[in-house]
């Protein structure tokens, strides 16, 4: 199965930074990369699919670039709600989708 | 409205065998792959298993290939996973989500603890 690594594992931020975390594939997925934002007692939300398709209601300082094997989310300014855990997910294969370890960004 | 309801999980003993379900509402569920992903305390999210809209494709997770079993019900809108050999490492919250990747819709979970 591809295995999804992410960096970094934690990252330490303040409001209006610009915040960027990597996911890299053990092979090639092509473009069939999500992106999920997580907070505490929450279930995942959809940001991102397709490694750079905004999904409905998200907003724009949210995106995603990358193709093959390293991806990238990034958080043009980051606000206060956007303190989460963010998951990358590969999808390319239609089976055993599998989803990075996650990156937690707090203050 | 999307909505995902999930229920059966409950404290199960090691080796023994519990069936989850999820009930799809608001949407046409015979249009859609579905997932089962889980997130034990604490850890991160892990991918179970995916049916595809008429179970022409099916696949599992490592970790619960030959102990789990994905199925849907068209008619009745909805998702099933049937787990056995539970081990302790099977403890988590239980999801399903529409899609089998980039899942836009998830339920709120079932948990599911093993231990003796």
């Known amino acids: 199965d591809i295995q999804m690594t992410q960096s970094p594992s934690t990252l330490s931020a303040s409001v209006g930074d610009r915040v960027t975390i990597t996911c890299r594939a053990s092979?090639?997925?092509?473009?069939?990369l999500a992106w999920f934002q997580q907070k505490p007692g929450k279930v995942p939300r959809l940001l991102i699919f397709?490694?750079?398709t905004l999904h409905s209601g998200v907003p724009s300082r949210f995106s995603g670039s990358g193709s093959g094997q390293e991806f990238t989310l990034t958080i043009s300014s980051l606000q206060p709600d956007d303190f989460a855990t963010y998951y990358c997910?590969?999808?390319?294969?239609?089976?055993?989708?599998?989803f990075g370890q996650g990156t937690k960004v707090d203050i | 409205e999307v909505q995902l309801v999930e229920s059966g999980g409950s404290l199960v003993r090691p080796g023994g065998s519990l069936r989850l379900s999820c009930t799809a509402s608001?949407?046409?569920?015979?249009?859609?792959?579905m997932s089962w992903v889980r997130q034990a305390p604490g850890k991160g999210l892990e991918w179970v298993a995916g049916?595809?809209?008429?179970?022409?494709?099916?696949d599992y997770a490592d970790s619960v290939k030959g102990r789990f079993t994905i199925s849907r019900d068209n008619a009745k809108k909805s998702l099933y996973l049937e787990m056995n050999s539970l081990r302790a490492e099977d403890t988590a919250l239980y999801h399903c989500?529409?899609?089998?990747?980039?899942?836009?819709?998830w339920g709120q979970g079932t948990m599911v603890t093993v231990s003796s």
């Open positions: 989500a529409r899609g089998i990747g980039s899942s836009d819709f």
């Open positions: 608001g949407f046409t569920f015979d249009d859609y792959g």
């Open positions: 049916i595809n809209w008429d179970d022409d494709k099916i």
């Open positions: 092979q090639s997925v092509s473009i069939w």
């Open positions: 397709k490694a750079s």
């Open positions: 997910q590969q999808y390319s294969s239609y089976s055993q989708v599998t």
